[in-house]
């Protein structure tokens, strides 16, 4: 009742002005509201409207049967220097404003003994009437009915696996407070599963038929939660129970999970990763086969994606001839990479008559698998047996990767460099191209 007083007077200083200031003291003093009568003269103290003959005539008029607070205001509204000094403000008004205590309130609420139950196997949860029947059109309508639900206060929790108590206790706070602050730490990942189904039992939406604008702040609040918490512990139980649920933003979030933690590659493996694992009452042979198509799906477009990534980055390179052979047919130095990337013999890149190199050099550093090497057909074999593959160090130095053969060679190499060359005297090559290995050791294919 303090704060409601308090916000009362708040409402009537806001509203103080020429017009309304007289009226507003007059209530103040009728109501013996001290805080309110001296926020006032300290308004007019700060306005000083006596030089307003209207508004001193009104005043009088007004204040007439109360002659000590009519002095008062005359003092104030001549622009006494005392009041004037301690001018109220608005911000210092609602600063007096007592702490709101509803949310307290409704929290002792919902921890007293109810007249009524929500039960199941295993739960039975004390809740009230009248808050059910306010908050949700699924519990007014079967606490009004003249079922035996109505009769005896029991209401059933038909959401099948049964909820979690602590699920329930976070929804009845939800639906007494509008929040979840008391009961968000103690809920682990399957507490909000279970939330979600009493929501949406059966895969639709809104079955407790709350009021829109509280069921979507409830639902959009617990997705985030449950995203937030996905790890490699709950993320096969969350993802069961969001496709029972046909919640899409939670399904793609775990299956991305799923397919990141988990390396089987068919049907048959599927099946051996989740034998002796957790199912519980959330699993049939139909959901089973949902999950493997789905599963099987992303890892093909991740590594859809991989390939196309590291197809961008094998090609990422730019081309260095140090002592170039004049361009002639069948010898581009000076055109980029593009011939080296071909499966085309005739044509290349070449050194001169002397000591020299081939550089491939990536914008960044780059774990390369292997290296597909050819001889260019106008300088023969014997072009490319002379060379040295090398890659740089970081600390600058050169270090060999092996003899090469002069014939089409796939040279292994399992290194990580930024700068690689083949360095000798009068060499040439006509395919030079990189197998690079991505993060989780898959390799991306050679460049077309």
């Given at each position: ?19 309304t ?43 007439k ?18 009041l004037s ?33 929500l ?7 004390s809740?009230h009437?009248f ?22 206060g ?16 976070a929804?009845?706070?939800?639906l ?5 602050t ?6 682990r990942?399957a ?9 949406d039992?059966?895969?639709?939406e809104?079955y ?30 969350i993802?069961r129970?969001?496709?029972?649920l ?39 042979e139909?959901?089973e086969v ?48 593009r ?7 005739a044509?290349?890149s ?19 698998k ?7 057909d ?5 072009a ?6 090398q890659?740089?160090?970081?600390s600058?130095t ?26 000798g ?10 197998r ?9 294919p050679?460049?077309?």
């Amino acid at each position: 009742m303090q704060r409601l007083y308090t916000l009362c007077e708040a409402h009537l200083f806001f509203r103080l002005s020429m017009e309304t200031a007289v009226e507003i003291l007059l209530v103040s003093i009728q109501g013996k509201s001290k805080s309110l009568e001296q926020n006032v003269y300290k308004w007019f103290a700060r306005e000083k409207p006596a030089l307003d003959i209207s508004f001193n005539r009104h005043l009088m008029t007004a204040l007439k049967d109360h002659p000590e607070e009519l002095a008062k205001a005359i003092a104030a509204a001549a622009g006494n220097d005392h009041l004037s000094s301690e001018a109220s403000r608005a911000e210092d008004v609602v600063k007096a404003l007592p702490p709101p205590r509803l949310k307290f309130d409704l929290l002792e609420l919902l921890a007293s003994p109810g007249d009524c139950r929500l039960v199941a196997e295993q739960l039975d949860v004390s809740a009230h009437r009248f808050m059910l029947a306010a908050r949700s059109r699924y519990f007014a309508s079967m606490l009004a009915s003249p079922m035996r639900e109505a009769r005896t206060g029991e209401l059933p929790v038909q959401t099948v696996p049964t909820p979690s108590k602590k699920s329930i206790q976070a929804l009845l706070e939800f639906l007494y407070t509008g929040s979840l602050t008391a009961s968000i730490e103690s809920l682990r990942p399957a507490d909000f599963m279970d939330l979600l189904m009493v929501l949406d039992e059966g895969g639709g939406e809104n079955y407790l038929q709350l009021a829109p604008e509280t069921y979507t702040s409830l639902r959009r609040k617990v997705e985030g939660l449950v995203v937030a918490k996905v790890d490699s512990k709950n993320m096969w139980m969350i993802l069961r129970r969001a496709k029972l649920l046909k919640n899409p933003d939670i399904s793609a979030h775990a299956l991305k999970k799923v397919v990141k933690k988990t390396d089987f590659e068919d049907a048959e493996s599927f099946q051996q990763w989740c034998q002796g694992r957790d199912q519980g009452l959330v699993w049939s042979e139909q959901l089973e086969v949902q999950l493997l198509q789905d599963v099987l799906k992303q890892k093909c477009k991740q590594q859809q994606k991989l390939k196309q990534k590291l197809q961008k980055r094998v090609e990422a390179w730019t081309l260095q001839v140090e002592k170039p052979f004049p361009e002639s047919s069948g010898v581009y130095n000076c055109r980029g990479r593009r011939y080296l990337l071909r499966s085309d013999t005739a044509v290349g890149s070449a050194c001169a008559n002397e000591i020299g190199s081939i550089s491939a050099i990536f914008e960044e550093e780059v774990r390369v698998k292997s290296i597909l090497l050819a001889p260019l057909d106008r300088f023969g074999p014997d072009a490319l047996r002379r060379a040295a593959l090398q890659v740089r160090g970081s600390s600058g130095t050169w270090h060999d990767l092996g003899p090469l053969s002069g014939q089409r060679q796939r040279v292994q190499v399992n290194r990580s460099g930024k700068h690689w060359r083949l360095h000798g005297f009068n060499i040439a090559v006509s395919i030079f191209r990189f197998r690079l290995k991505s993060h989780d050791s898959a390799a991306a294919p050679d460049a077309p």
